[in-house]
């Protein structure tokens, strides 16, 4: 009887091998705005169809006493960043006041309602975006991280959170962007001066925290 030994053998992998595939991410995707109430000051709805999908765009925010800088990203999310722009380009942010601050457990600042009540949005809505493969829901969101607020699923508007701190919240919420360090600090710093618990554990900013000017950067 012979034996076989393997010592010294070493398993090569075929040459011709192919690559593992990677999945190419579409160009333009489309959206659907659906109108439906009283916008909170006059504007032009987005007409619904296909938007850019790809790349990321800039905007500054002149907010109370400093500028914050928020990078959209399309490929998060292009229906929300569609959105931003077409708003940012009539004007929709300008002059409106950051209404909600949460310093106790939801470290976030609410911009986005000219009314400043909380109540107020554009017009019409659109679906929430988590992605097609996203795993199980997820409700942490770290510091420097800029979400589309809602008033349940599927009815996000114009209203957004930047998170200054990381935070859980008590369900999901589309995540559009990034703030970079120094914007996250800067909310981080009005956060500091408090609110007036106008909504229970959160309420409006004592510290200076109207949007007076937008602009892409």
Known sequence: LGVLSLAGCAITPPRDAAPAPTRAEPATVSCTYRTGG?????????DSGEVPATGTVTYLLALGDGIV??????SL???????FEHLAAQG???GTACHRLGTMGMFILQCGDPTGTGLGGPGYSFDDEFGDDDPAPTTDY???????????PDANGSQFL???????????YTVFGHMDAASTQAVSDLAMQGHDSAFGDSG???GPATIEAVSAG
């Open 142 to 152: 770290p510091a420097g991280t800029v979400v589309m607020a809602n008033s349940g």
């Open 77 to 83: 999310a292009p229906c929300a960043v569609h959105s």
């Open 162 to 172: 930047l998170v200054y701190k990381d935070t859980t919240l008590d369900r999901r």
């Open 92 to 94: 929709w942010f300008t």
């Open 204 to 206: 409006h900013p004592h």
């Open 69 to 74: 800088s928020l990078e959209l990203d399309r």
């Open 38 to 46: 009283e916008p909170a000051r006059p504007v032009d709805p987005p």
